[in-house]
Every structure is written in C-alpha cells, then in structure tokens.
C-alpha cells in the first residue's frame, strides 16, 4: 500500500519542502519507473538536507550532540512533552511515538568501523553515496526504506514538537 500511495506522500514532503522539489519529484518519477539507482541516493541525500537545514542536526555525520538522536533524546527528557496540548495523553503518546525511534543511532548511518562491530551488512547512506556498494542498493525496498526515512524527517522538522 505504501508503494502504491508514494506520489501522495511526495506530494506531503514537497508541500513542507518547496525549496526541493527540483530533486524530491524526479527521484519519485525514477522510483516508479524502477530507476532505484537514482532515487535512493537523492531520497538520502535529501532527508540529510531538510533535517540540517530545518533542526542544524544531521542523520550521517558530526559529532553526536550534531545528531539527529540528541535532539530525541532531548525531546524524550523534556518535561514539556507531559503537559504538551489540549489534547493531553494522546499528544504525549504521538510526541513519544515519533521521537523514539530516533534516539539511537540508527545502521543506515553506521561508518565502515559501525558496520563491522555490529556486523551490520544491510543499506547504509556510506555505502551508496561513497560508492561502496555498486547494483546492491537499487532495489524497490531500499528506495521505500530511504523514502519513508525522508518522510519521517520532513514530518518531524515541519512541526514545533
């Protein structure tokens, strides 16, 4: 389903994300045509740019307080997220919910020396934007990887929370 609907959901990243359009729409085009070789790079390269143009935090480089997981670990011990909205309990839950997953360094961004001590041989941004890796990555669900990845930042940096 989520393949099926990925025009509607570029068009939710593009609608929060105007200034890149010129990149995010054709590496849609290309991921519906099967070119996942073009789009997975792009779809990387573009959740890199949006979080560190939008939070100054970056997904694959810097030292850690310049990590994406800093600032969710600092969302998750921030106090305000107890008594955030009108909503109460479930604007708590929904706030919890979509910074979890980010408090952790996640394997997509592990360098060469993190692969090899967690024995992590799945899709990494190193990998593919370094060259390390030729036909392995362009397939249709590691372009759905990385774009859902590109969602979820574009969601995550075009709310205050």
């Known amino acids: 389903m989520y393949a099926s609907s990925i025009f509607e959901h570029a068009e939710d990243i593009i609608k929060d994300n105007m200034d890149r359009e010129f990149a995010i729409r054709p590496a849609v085009n290309a991921h519906k045509r099967g070119e996942y070789a073009l789009s997975v790079p792009i779809f990387f390269a573009q959740a890199e740019g949006i979080l560190s143009k939008k939070r100054e935090k970056y997904l694959f480089f810097g030292d850690d307080s310049k990590r994406i997981y800093s600032l969710a670990k600092e969302k998750l011990g921030d106090d305000s997220l107890e008594t955030a ?16 997953g ?36 362009a397939t249709e669900i590691n372009s759905l990887k990385v774009f859902s990845l590109l969602g979820c930042i574009s969601a995550i940096t075009s709310v205050t929370q």
Not at 85 to 100: C, D, I, N, P, Y
Request: proline share 4%; hydrophobic share 35%; net charge positive.
């Open 85 to 100: 909205g009108s909503f109460g309990g479930l604007e708590v839950l929904m706030a919890r919910l979509k910074w979890t």
């Open 102 to 137: 980010l408090k952790e360094k996640p394997p997509i961004s592990y360098s060469l020396s993190g692969r090899q001590f967690h024995g992590y041989f799945g899709l990494n941004r190193n990998m593919v934007l370094q060259g390390e890796v030729i036909q392995e990555y």
